[in-house]
């Protein structure tokens, strides 16, 4: 078992307090975060970590959308994406799912105004949806959160303290992100 995610009690802590804790990310990050390492992460990784503020966490496209008009959007998605991830160019089946995509919502977080702007939709394969909600995924428990990690870093082509430093970071916006009430901006959908 890794050094890092080695202990239990710490993921349990975290799930007693539920998601508003960074303390989880403490056994998993480990030390400080130096600039140095920040800069090796590069302006412009394939694979990013977007966590939703969880005063949004409630309200979303899917849950302003049927059933239907989801469902509609998504195949469109996956359509367009010639049925493979757009990220990592994965297949969910290949990865040990029973499903090949999921369809991910990207958002734009205008933090004067705290407005959070829908800007489309984008297939993804399930390993690559996982680092997006990297928070959710921890909350499944350690092994999920290491399968995670380890899919950042092989998308990213990262080395450990590199996707650890960029998950500190994600999580301290995430922190920031979550004191204000964020308004929806779905005007894309006229668009879809
Ligand atoms: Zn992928």
């Known amino acids: 078992m890794p050094q890092m995610l080695s202990g239990s009690e710490p993921w349990g802590i975290w799930k007693r ?7 989880i990310l403490r056994p998993l990050i480990g030390g400080s975060m130096g600039d140095a390492q920040a800069t090796r992460i590069g302006s412009s990784p394939p694979l990013t970590i977007e966590l939703v503020p969880s005063t949004s966490w409630r309200d979303n496209l ?4 049927s059933n239907a008009a989801w469902k509609q959007l998504r195949h ?5 994406a010639q049925d493979r991830c757009e990220i990592c160019g994965g297949q969910g089946k290949q990865q040990g799912y029973r499903w090949d995509l999921e ?3 990207i958002w734009a977080y205008d933090e004067a105004h ?10 993804l394969c399930p390993d690559c949806h996982k680092v997006k909600h990297f928070g ?7 092994r999920e959160a290491l399968r995670a990690l380890l899919h950042l870093m092989r998308v990213n082509h990262w080395t450990r303290p590199v996707a650890e430093s960029y998950i500190h970071r ?3 916006q995430w922190g920031a992100r979550s004191q204000h009430t964020w308004v929806l901006d779905l005007s894309w959908l006229e668009t879809a």
């Open 17 to 23: 307090l539920g998601l508003g804790s960074l303390a």
């Open 114 to 123: 705290h407005i959070q702007k829908l800007l489309g939709l984008v297939a």
């Open 103 to 105: 369809c991910h919502e």
């Open 170 to 172: 994600a999580f301290q």
């Open 62 to 65: 899917r849950s302003r959308l």
């Open 76 to 80: 469109q998605q996956y359509q367009r």
């Open 136 to 142: 959710r995924t921890s909350t499944e428990g350690e």
